[in-house]
């Protein structure tokens, strides 16, 4: 690996499986709002694209998310990247993502930033992330194909209507696409996570894996289905369940050769805190930190 890249990801605990032994990462879930539905989320619970369904986090506002950023970078010396990892989309509830980084930025500088969205609204963002140093962008893309986006988003939101069936995940397709391509052409990491979901896209995620080799994605991170009725997601009630260990190990095969794959991803909260595995979240709750940091 080149030494310009490596130092943009040495200290990064998900784009480098070493870094994980040492450095940490936050969330702060500064983002509730979504645009798009997937079937394997119930809103009340976090984003299940890239942190732990079935899990409600503390959401907070841009300055308590500041306030608990500062009291973290105090007491966890190996902090390096602070992400947004929804509960909800983080660029769809950019006017809040934003005001939480410039906040963190300016009394921070060196943390790294680091955005997680399923890619709807990313294009009408790429040039404030790269004005914002933002350097690590995640996009959940489940498929490459819309007919199978059909069977995994019931709707989504966008341009001020809502869209459903083909033409809803067509669009969702479309904007993905665009926006990893704006951001691999500025030079920004993206790590593209897909959910395994059995009989839907577990064929089909090499695909994906090959269609966003060829748009300059960094890493893709499959990660499991996490389907239980209790969470009453659409997949949970109806069934579907998730992938064994031998399934999630044969579709990571049926990708090797294609972009790196991350294999050491923990399903994380949105208010995760800590190193990758370790979840120290609850000794920062907001009741804990101090009304003044700076
Ligand atoms: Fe957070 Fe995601 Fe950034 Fe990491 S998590 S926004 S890239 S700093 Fe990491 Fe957690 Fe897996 Fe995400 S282990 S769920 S991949
Ligand atoms: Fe839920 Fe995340 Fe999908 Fe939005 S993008 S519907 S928050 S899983």
């Known amino acids: ?167 809803a995940s067509q669009i969702l397709h479309e904007r993905q696409m665009l926006g990893l391509e704006m951001l691999a052409e500025r030079g920004i990491l993206v790590k593209v996570n897909s959910v395994l979901i059995p009989g839907i896209n577990d064929q089909h995620l090499s695909e994906v894996n090959a269609a966003v080799k060829a748009r300059g994605a960094f890493l893709h991170n499959i990660m499991p289905l996490i389907s239980d009725p209790a969470h009453g997601t659409h997949f949970g009630l109806t069934g579907q369940r998730g992938p064994s260990h031998s399934e999630l190990m044969a579709v990571q095969e049926a990708c090797s050769g294609g972009v790196n794959l991350m294999r050491h991803c923990r399903q994380c909260r949105a208010d995760a805190v800590g190193l990758l595995g370790e979840d120290r979240g609850q000794e920062f709750t907001l009741d804990q930190i101090p009304e003044q940091v700076a």
């Open 1 to 167: 690996m080149p030494a310009e890249l490596w130092n943009r990801i040495k200290d990064h605990p998900c784009y480098s499986e070493e870094a994980h032994h040492y450095f940490a990462r936050m969330h702060v879930a500064v983002a509730p709002a979504c645009n798009i539905q997937c079937n394997y989320c119930n809103r009340k619970y976090d984003c299940a694209n890239e942190s732990r369904p079935g899990v409600v986090s503390e959401k907070l506002t841009p300055d308590q998310a500041f306030r608990k950023v500062v009291t973290v970078a105090n007491e966890v010396p190996q902090l390096s990247v602070l992400g947004i990892a929804g509960p909800g989309d983080a660029l769809f509830d950019w006017r809040k993502s934003k005001a939480a980084f410039e906040l963190v930025a300016r009394e921070i500088p060196d943390i790294k930033l680091c955005i997680s969205t399923n890619g709807l609204a990313l294009p009408d963002h790429v040039d404030e992330l790269a004005d914002m140093n933002v350097d690590h962008v995640t996009i959940t893309i489940n498929m490459v194909d819309p007919l199978i986006g059909t069977k995994i988003y019931p709707w989504i939101f966008y341009d001020h209507k809502r869209y459903t069936g083909l033409v």
